[in-house]
């Protein structure tokens, strides 16, 4: 089993297979927008690695999806990223707003890279920083989510 | 085709299946922990689809997946909308964080309801507000953003 992201053993969590949702910190996106797009890039990357690497995709699933979301300042580094992870035959999307409400149409906002590999994945984006909070919307309990375990679907 | 969201023409954008990610704004969480659980709905909800009604998801992926982010006010109205989707026979997911980081272990922290047709899901979302940052995360050039088109994939 491949590590989780972080070294500390508290938030350690074991996977092999994940997700890195990655977004643009310079746009003016709120929570329900930027929660919109992170969706978007979930779901457009895993229907990418579904064609070129499905059993990836099936693994990740049964793995219970883990994912992270990690941040980049500005749409160049953004391109890079994603850049190098097609390079590498991993499966990516960018994603693109289309404007009509807090962004000009058009705008690059996020990219969703796996899943795939965690040793893949972070030859990309295993030094990205994890998109946090900021200001009064900080929670008092704030603590790292790096390796925290994926969420769960209730079966009721 | 249904209509959109909104009844402002320059946001109306039609489409026939959403799918409606219902977020509790009780807890307090960061900006990537909301959009991690989000899109961890989306993911859930659309695998739901794909089992219980395939059509709907393909149909909906082929419209650009339209999706929206919707606020409840605490745990019981967002049990009651995941039950209300289950009864119409709708494809819904409840997300539960495992905790470690900024959440109990075992919280609830979203819904994840369609893809499903848009007058399915109005049923049971089509009375919530969307989610909205607030305080100074709000951007300054905010507008609505209900009706307007979903984001769409850059093809590189």
Redesign the interface.
């Given at each position: 089993m491949a590590e989780g992201d972080s070294g500390n053993p508290?938030?350690e969590?074991k996977y092999e297979y994940k997700q890195v949702?990655v977004?643009r910190t310079d746009l003016?996106?709120?929570?329900?927008?930027?929660?919109?797009?992170?969706?978007?890039?979930?779901?457009?990357a895993?229907?990418e690695a579904e064609k070129m690497r499905p059993d990836w995709a099936l693994k990740w699933?049964s793995e219970g999806?883990p994912?992270?979301?990690t941040?980049v300042g500005g749409l160049e580094e953004l391109l890079r990223r994603?850049e190098l992870a097609?390079s590498l035959g991993l499966p990516a999307?960018?994603?693109?707003?289309?404007g009509?409400?807090?962004l000009e149409p058009g705008t690059?906002?996020c990219a969703g890279i796996g899943p795939a590999p965690v040793n893949e994945v972070d030859k990309v984006t295993g030094d990205l920083k994890?998109?946090?909070?900021r200001?009064?919307?900080?929670?008092?309990?704030?603590?790292?989510?790096a390796g925290?375990?994926?969420?769960?679907?209730?079966r009721?």
């Open positions: 508290e938030y969590y949702i977004v003016a996106m709120g929570k329900g927008k930027l929660a919109a797009q992170a969706a978007h890039a979930a779901v457009s895993l229907k699933l999806q994912k992270i979301v941040k994603y097609r999307t960018l994603i693109v707003d289309r009509l409400t807090q690059i906002t994890l998109l946090r909070c200001g009064r919307e900080r929670p008092a309990r704030w603590r790292p989510t925290a375990p994926p969420p769960i679907e209730l009721r």
